[in-house]
């Protein structure tokens, strides 16, 4: 395996590099933006500390309060490519405690482990795809030679020793493949049966997924079975391709690196950690879906050790980022141990009109431009006026007021209910320019702002 696995991994971006780039997709949002900045480049720092330091620092985890819609995921979404890490989303409210049905916390960790493993393997089969698709190309070619020779009725050509006849079949061979000859001819080829049911079983920690192939890989009659197929020849080269990169790959320095960045450079986010930080009554006792929860988690992110199938993982080391609306609950109704485990917390900021408007345009995702394209692909040429897009913006902020505010996700519902005729007949329009403005806006919306009965515009 390359030495580059074993470089400290992170991402070296300043907080300021780090706010610009989540700039590109979330409006707003700066205090929360600092706050994961700072964290991310904390790891880098830990990184560089000397050795016998580097174990007694912490990660300084994160608590995001702040009404839904506004950026929360999608800042620690943001956070998690920049950082190039092993990242994982759960949603609390799955989880409960151990001994009911259920799933647990021990699967978070779990889950980013195998997270882990699977960005380590991407990374080393890029590393070595160049050779591995030479690998594939020289068996193709034998099998193409060996195709071309029966052919012209003679022996196969590489069942003889090295010959000048030999080595131009092969030669033309190559060329004529890579100009694409054989893309529409069928061959035969012998790949390996990875096939395996998947079986579900109760457990007294909940549900569980278990993958046979795991569990019977390397056991005799499942280890090294194969299987004939028929396949063009440029699917057959990508299969080729996949079995000499899963040869050339040491899968055990992989699974060590996947767990050294699970274990160092792992994120984990906990969305509507506020649907378990209700605290319970005296006289019901405690409640399974809330303070046993809350228990469960302490041990996962004050830093314990978890058996994966990899092998034990420490979370001592992991970033957890909570996250919750806290519309009933507050944050202070977690249970103490837990609230000390998270000491920077963020308050996000509602989104008011001028924000639906930043939203809708300024993104490299903006809802404008996402619009734009889906109907360029019809050959209808969208076109938005400044007004138009203040009108939507207005109306997606009067319809969180009136009703329940999700935030910027309800431009996804005002947006899809603006363009339904033209996303229905786009098809029939083909050529043709649209131009919106405030007026057809909000003459297309009247109906939600005159019914009472907003529910059955919520996305």
């Keep these: 395996m390359s030495d580059k696995f074993f470089l400290p991994v ?70 998690a490519r920049l950082a190039q890490a092993p990242f994982v989303k759960v949603e609390a409210s799955k989880f409960t405690e151990v001994g009911y049905v259920g799933r647990d916390v021990d699967s978070i960790v779990r889950d980013l482990v195998e997270v882990s493993v699977s960005l380590v393997r991407r990374e080393e089969e ?35 020793p090295e010959s000048n006849t030999r080595t131009e079949i092969r030669d033309d061979i190559k060329r004529r493949l890579r100009r694409g000859e054989f893309d529409e001819r069928y061959v035969d080829i012998e790949v390996s049966d990875t096939s395996a049911p998947m079986f579900e079983v109760f457990s007294a920690a909940g549900l569980e997924d278990i993958n046979l192939k795991d569990m019977f890989a390397n056991l005799p009659g499942f280890k090294g079975r194969k299987k004939q197929r028929k396949v063009r020849v440029p699917e057959a080269i990508e299969l080729y391709t996949s079995a000499e990169a899963e040869k050339l790959i040491d899968m055990d320095a992989v699974q060590q690196e996947g767990r050294r960045r699970a274990e160092q450079m792992g994120i984990v986010f906990i969305d509507e950690i506020d649907k378990i930080s209700g605290r319970s009554r005296s006289d019901h006792g405690p409640d399974v879906s809330r303070e046993g929860v809350q228990r469960d988690l302490l041990p996962l992110v004050e830093g314990t050790t978890v058996n994966t199938k990899y092998g034990p993982i420490k979370t001592d080391h992991v ?32 989104l008011g009109v001028s924000d639906f408007v930043r939203i809708l345009t300024e993104p490299r995702n903006a809802l404008i431009k996402q619009y734009v394209e889906l109907l360029k692909t019809e050959g209808v040429h969208l076109e938005f006026s400044e007004d138009a897009i203040q009108a939507v913006a207005e109306i997606a902020a009067e319809v969180n007021q009136t009703m329940e505010n999700i935030g910027a996700r309800r431009l996804h519902t005002i947006m899809e209910r603006l363009l339904d005729e033209v996303s229905f007949t786009a098809p029939e329009l083909r050529g043709e320019h649209i131009e919106l403005n405030g007026e057809k806006v909000r003459a297309a919306l009247s109906e939600i702002l005159k019914n009472e009965d907003l529910s059955r515009f919520i996305l």
Excluded at 134 to 156: G, W
């Design 319 to 350: 970033l957890f980022i909570a996250a919750g609306a806290f519309h009933v609950s507050k944050p202070s109704d977690m249970i103490p141990e837990l609230q000390g485990r998270f000491p920077i917390r963020v308050e996000l900021d509602s």
């Design 126 to 160: 890029d590393h070595v795809k160049t050779k591995a698709r030479d690998l594939a190309e020289d068996r193709l070619i034998q099998v193409l030679a060996q195709s071309e020779a029966s052919t012209m009725a003679a022996p196969a050509p590489y069942e003889f």
């Design 10 to 79: 992170g991402s070296s971006f300043t907080p300021r590099e780090t706010v610009s780039e989540l700039d590109k997709y979330i409006v707003g949002q700066h205090k929360a933006k600092r706050a994961v900045a700072i964290a991310l480049r904390n790891r880098w720092r830990r990184q560089q500390v000397p050795d016998d330091l580097r174990d007694e620092i912490a990660p300084k985890n994160i608590i995001m309060i702040g009404p839904t819609g506004v950026g929360k995921t999608e800042i620690a979404r943001r956070l």
